[in-house]
């Protein structure tokens, strides 16, 4: 066979499941920045107005956020606008299993399937606030598979927990 | 067990042995390049291995455009402008980096400069920034430990801002790495000592952390057995050709295995050390590496087990029972550091290379912000990393 101009299809499913996925831990940080204590403390170091993107390459999705009065929002960043931190995942694919428990955030570094743009300390500043938004997302047993160490989930834990799932994904705080 | 995916690549020449600075102008000449800039230190020069790289231009068709000798101990933005600013106004067309660290270091952001055309480095921050195609590069070490030679990464250091600026880009590699005996040689034994355990660091964490893979373990472990056959030899005796010539190959190798397998928390607890208490990264390493080996034990002691044939050898291995190979791994590094220490007074302490209890915290935080962090395989914390920094005390 010889063909030409193949034009590549689409991976519909992959997509939407990062989308909704980008979106659930956008809001799980913007809920977790409001109570969460090890997020406030790596928050401390970021300026007012400092912002970062994760993003899949090469057209998306992708999840921006800013600090805003001491918290973190998910916004949209203009076109042509840079965010002070900017992680590129690869491919589409590693997104899907970044987001679907198969890979940890580590795991996807070690593979060399993220590129990062900005200050290294600002990365592990968002590589942990990601775990432990993550820790609150997903039961142990997924957690296992994307964390280093499973925190303890203790009562107040617990609480934080259902509080994320129900008035941080409606609300965001 | 092989790991589900992994990126391996290393496109760096290497001329190795007798001779090997001569074949610089057919390298150069190679890549079409006629005008190379030298950037070194004053430590180089003073030390005549200036003269020597000169001397292999000697009946060649080349012209120098630039010996810049005035690189700082630690790369800076401001010495990486000031010599991109000259390699311009000399019409320079190719970059030899002739020293240690720091010089490679800064070859690898005047390459970035000139190749990217650009005035401000800090755009290109980060990993994988650069797009452009890069000047000529030919590496030539002077030390056996950084690997820089063969690394995709450089630091900078942003004066103004006092921050350490991190470039991870495969396009950072040198051309040709040379590794002449000549250029080691008259190394103190001291920093001998310590750019060798720099090395042996190297290939350890490079074996043992989330990015290994089969190609980078054959680099490490050639490296590990390179090291325990040779560094107290070379420390013993600085002349032993043979045994120099050893070290270079195993700093190489294990530079190979850590470009492409990252590094993990003894980079990550050494670099803070460096940056709060202005350490040594070589004694840094020496003084760290057991002690977080000792914390990683229960989830890499089958690694560190494995790892006891090459830095000993087969009777030693085979005579220790399978469970205690970790243990008596770490042990065999305490006493190269003890025998070290005993042989040239290298710090096998935090105490004793200059680190004060009240920094402890300083470094701790800083090390938790470090990249290395993220590859090694268990998790630390703040308490962890204090930990190890008093029994490493």
């Known amino acids: 066979m010889i063909q030409t101009n193949y034009r590549p299809g689409h991976k519909l499913i992959q997509r939407s499941v990062v989308k909704a996925g980008f979106l ?6 913007e809920s977790a920045s409001h109570f969460e204590k090890s997020v406030q403390e790596e928050i401390k170091n970021w300026q007012e107005g400092f912002s970062f993107t994760m993003n899949v390459l090469p057209f998306g999705p992708k999840l921006a956020m800013r600090k805003k009065n001491g918290v973190l929002k998910m916004i949209s960043l203009k076109k042509g606008e840079t965010a002070d931190l900017t992680v590129e995942i690869k491919n589409l694919t590693t997104a899907f299993r970044m987001i679907t428990t ?23 500043r968002f590589i942990r606030i990601v775990y432990t938004v993550e820790a609150y997302l997903f039961p142990k047993i997924l957690n296992k598979n994307i964390l280093k160490k499973s925190p303890k989930m203790d009562i107040k834990k617990r609480f934080n927990r259902w509080h994320i799932y129900t008035r941080g994904m409606l609300f965001g705080n | 067990m092989l790991p589900k995916y992994y990126e391996f690549q290393n496109p760096v020449k290497i001329n190795a042995g007798q001779d090997a600075l001569e074949t610089i102008p ?14 070194t230190d004053k430590g180089i020069t003073n ?10 231009f000697d009946d060649s068709e080349l012209t120098i455009g630039i010996i810049f000798d005035e690189t700082p101990p630690d790369s800076s933005l401001s010495t990486v402008n000031r010599i991109a600013e000259l390699y311009r106004k000399n019409k320079c067309d190719s970059i030899i980096a002739l020293g240690g660290g720091s010089p490679m270091d800064t070859a690898k ?12 480095i800090r755009k290109f921050m980060g990993a994988d920034r650069l797009k452009s195609k890069m000047q000529p590069f030919i590496a030539i070490p002077t030390t056996s430990g950084t690997g820089s030679e063969v690394t995709l990464v450089a630091v900078i250091y942003d004066e103004a801002n006092q921050v350490k600026m991190p ?175 005993e042989l040239c007074k290298m710090p096998i302490k935090l105490y004793d290379a200059g680190l004060k209890k009240e920094q402890f915290e300083q470094v701790a935080t800083t090390a938790l912000n470090d990249g290395a962090m993220l590859p090694n395989p268990k998790e630390l914390s703040k308490k962890d990393v204090l930990e190890i920094l008093e029994r490493a005390f």
């Open chain 1, 24 to 29: 659930a831990l956008g809001r799980g940080i």
């Open chain 2, 167 to 341: 470039f991870t880009s495969a396009r950072l590699l040198p051309d040709v790495a040379i590794l002449d005996p000549r250029m080691t040689i008259g190394l103190p034994p001291r920093i001998t000592a310590a750019t060798g355990m720099d090395a042996l660091t190297h290939a350890i964490e490079a074996y043992t952390c989330l990015q290994k893979n089969p190609m980078s373990d054959a680099y490490a472990t050639a490296a590990i057995k390179l090291v325990g056959e040779n560094l107290l030899k070379v420390v013993k005796d600085g002349s032993n050709k043979e045994a120099r010539f050893a070290m270079a190959n195993a700093s190489t190798m294990a530079g190979i295995a850590f470009s492409n397998s990252m590094v993990g928390a003894v980079h990550a607890i050494g670099h803070a050390c460096g940056a709060v208490a202005h350490i040594h990264h070589g004694n840094a390493m020496a003084i760290l590496l057991p002690y977080v080996m000792e914390f990683n034990m229960d989830m890499l002691g089958n690694l560190y087990g494995e790892l006891l044939l090459f830095l000993t050898d087969a009777d030693t291995y085979t005579t220790i029972e399978a469970d205690k190979r970790a243990g008596k791994f770490i042990e065999t590094i305490k006493e190269m550091n003890k025998k070290l220490n």
């Open chain 2, 109 to 120: 952001g005047v390459n970035i400069l000139i190749s990217e055309n650009t005035d401000d």
């Open chain 2, 47 to 56: 030390a005549g291995l200036l003269k020597t790289v000169l001397n292999a």
């Open chain 2, 26 to 39: 057919y390298e150069l000449k190679q890549m079409n390049a006629s005008r190379p800039i030298i950037i």
């Open chain 1, 102 to 124: 198969q890979m940890g955030a580590h795991h996807v570094f070690a593979q060399n399937k993220i590129g990062v743009s900005g200050n290294i300390a600002d990365s592990m």
